[in-house]
Nanobody, 115 residues
Framework: QVQLVESGGGLVQPGGSLRLSCEAS????????MAWYRQVPGKPRELVAS???????NYPDSVKGRFTISRDNAKRTLYLQMNSLEPNDAAVYYC?????????WGQGTQVTVSS
């Protein structure tokens, strides 16, 4: 059974930081490209950061320079370090695993940015 379990969300003030984690089980982690997406009600899910199994990283301009994605293959864990958080970053953040036609999602973790 495949599981992607996110953790680390919560309430943070503007300008603050959070670190999200996604622990994977039931997949050969090293084969998968991993990514973080986020979604707010009424809007489509959007890519926040991605990292291939070879370590290539991609960010949209909206988070570039503020967010850092990383993976620890030994721990089968994906991370997202989020700095300088803005109110627009508030969303449910989802972990994604992709290998060829196989794609899996976590259940999401809520990030709230508010003073």
């Amino acid at each position: 059974q495949v599981q992607l379990v996110e953790s680390g969300g919560g309430l943070v003030q503007p300008g603050g930081s959070l670190r999200l984690s996604c622990e994977a089980s039931g997949i050969t982690f090293t084969l998968y490209s991993m990514a973080w997406y986020r979604q707010v009600p009424g809007k489509p899910r959007e890519l926040v950061a991605s990292i291939t199994n070879g370590g290539s990283i991609n960010y949209p301009d909206s988070v570039k320079g503020r967010f850092t994605i990383s993976r620890d293959n030994a721990k089968r864990t994906l991370y997202l370090q989020m700095n300088s958080l803005e109110p627009n970053d508030a969303a449910v953040y989802y972990c994604n695993a992709l290998f060829r036609s196989l794609e899996y999602w976590g259940q999401g973790t809520q990030v709230t940015v508010s003073s």
